[in-house]
């Protein structure tokens, strides 16, 4: 059971001696909608194809013959292909950033559509909010960061890269490699995913206690004042929800690509 | 910490569900396949077509201004040439003129005096053989004058030719002064 589902069923309200439905982790669990051999799916895995559906279709349509002189969608595309190509690509990686622009611009446009749907009728659950989703992205960005490692530098380099800071004094040496280790190889991808399952899991947590406050509010008495107020503070929360929508996904690209610069650069 | 995880057990947003995980790498590994390996190169290659293809024009315009100076400065020089040559050509026509007139005085100058002597060579040689007819006619005239006025043949020839002799002697002493005084 869903909080969703507690909420539309029950005529819970305030005054009925019926305590506050607070969401809670329930709030992320669907029931299945289809199992096939003991393999269960479930709305965000729909939502999550749903989101490869439109991205590929979206940039299909645009890119698909492209033209000299574009036409609208294709003008569109291209604004979003050259602000990651520039703004993240460009500006942190450098000259050799346009290599990896289709890794990011993938990842950018997955993460964003897949986050946006939170704030989409019926829909309205970002993917992203079940962990499995950012486990993924941030596994394929570690692999990339450790592969691209010991391509550019070889083992023996790839590890000093990975570890090793120049110039320490000797006492400090293996605090310093094993803190190296544990940053670079085990809590950037951890925190890279947390950062952005947290967000997503939060922002729509908060849309959730404002919702079910309104409608739990919401009775014949002064307290459809407050039910009104909550109301609104859950609009204006979906409205920052966008914002922290996009930033989360920008962010998440940003910090790839930080990582694929660290990997591909000359000493550290 | 862990005590906590395990004892939240199913319900623990961090344990990722392992279907979602399959569903969430499938989604990605195909927008990834298909954008990273068709779709952004397309546009890759389009964005750089089109960066020349504005590049170029600017540099296809610069190239025919230039060509266009060059012809310019081209046609310039050789209306200045053919100006010069032009000049030249009336210079050299107006000497050639002038020669021409110099020659052809020269000419006409030297062709007159020509006529001229060859005048005078006549009249020298008329009057050298007129007056070689003369002197006979005028010898046998006065031969046969002097016959009849003394009636008698002057046989002798010596003093015939002495008799002319003496005449003619005289005609060109006549003849002298009076050219002398002339």
């Known amino acids: ?268 | 910490m862990m005590t906590f995880l395990a004892a939240e057990g199913a319900q623990n947003p961090l344990i990722p569900d392992t279907t979602e995980l399959v569903v969430g790498i499938l989604c990605f590994l195909i927008v990834f396949g298909l954008l990273g390996k068709k779709l952004l190169p397309n546009i890759q290659k389009t964005l750089e077509e089109r960066h020349d293809a504005i590049e170029g024009g600017l540099e296809r315009a610069a190239e025919a201004q230039a060509e266009a100076n060059q012809t310019l400065e081209q046609y310039k020089a050789q209306l200045a040439e053919a100006r010069h040559e032009a000049a030249r050509l009336r210079q050299e026509a107006t000497e050639q003129g002038a020669t021409i007139i110099q020659q052809m005085r020269e000419e006409g100058q030297r062709q007159r005096e020509e006529i001229v002597a060859a005048g005078h060579t006549q009249i020298e040689a008329d009057r050298k053989a007129a007056a070689v007819a003369l002197r006979q006619d005028v010898g046998k005239l006065a031969t046969e004058l002097a016959g009849k006025l003394v009636g008698e043949s002057l046989e002798d020839h010596a003093r015939q030719s002495r008799t002319i002799d003496r005449f003619l002697d005289q005609l060109e002493n006549n003849a002298a002064n009076a050219e002398a005084t002339r």
């Open chain 1, 1 to 268: 059971m869903s909080a969703h589902t507690l909420l539309a069923e029950s005529g819970c309200h305030l005054f009925t001696g019926c305590g506050f439905p607070a969401p809670g982790l329930d709030a992320f669990d669907f029931k299945p909608f289809l199992t096939i051999g003991g393999v269960s799916f479930t709305k965000p895995m729909l939502l999550a194809v749903i989101c490869m559906v439109i991205v590929i279709g979206f940039f299909w349509l645009a890119f698909r013959k492209p033209k000299l002189v574009p036409g609208k969608l294709q003008l569109i595309g291209e604004i979003g292909y050259n602000f990651i190509a520039r703004s993240i690509a460009r500006e942190v990686i450098g000259k050799e950033g346009s290599k990896y622009v289709p890794f990011l611009a993938s990842i950018f446009f997955f993460v964003w559509i897949m986050n946006i749907m939170s704030v989409i009728p019926l829909a309205q659950f970002p993917s992203a909010s079940r962990f499995a989703y950012p486990v993924v992205l941030a596994v394929c960005v570690w692999v990339t960061y450790i592969f691209l490692t010991f391509k550019k530098h070889g083992f023996k380099g790839g590890v000093k890269n990975l570890v090793w800071i120049e110039g320490l004094p000797k006492p400090l040496v293996p605090l310093i490699v094993l803190l190296e280790f544990i940053q670079n190889v085990i809590t950037r991808p951890f925190t890279l995913a947390v950062r952005l399952w947290a967000n997503m899991f939060a922002g729509h947590m908060l849309i959730l206690v404002f919702s079910i406050a309104s409608w739990y509010l919401l009775t014949p008495s002064i307290m459809s004042a407050v039910a009104a107020g909550s109301f609104v503070l859950a609009a204006g929360m979906t409205a920052f929800e966008v914002l922290i929508q996009f930033l989360q996904a920008y962010i998440f690209t940003l910090l790839t690509s930080i990582y694929i610069s660290g990997a591909i650069e000359e000493g550290h």
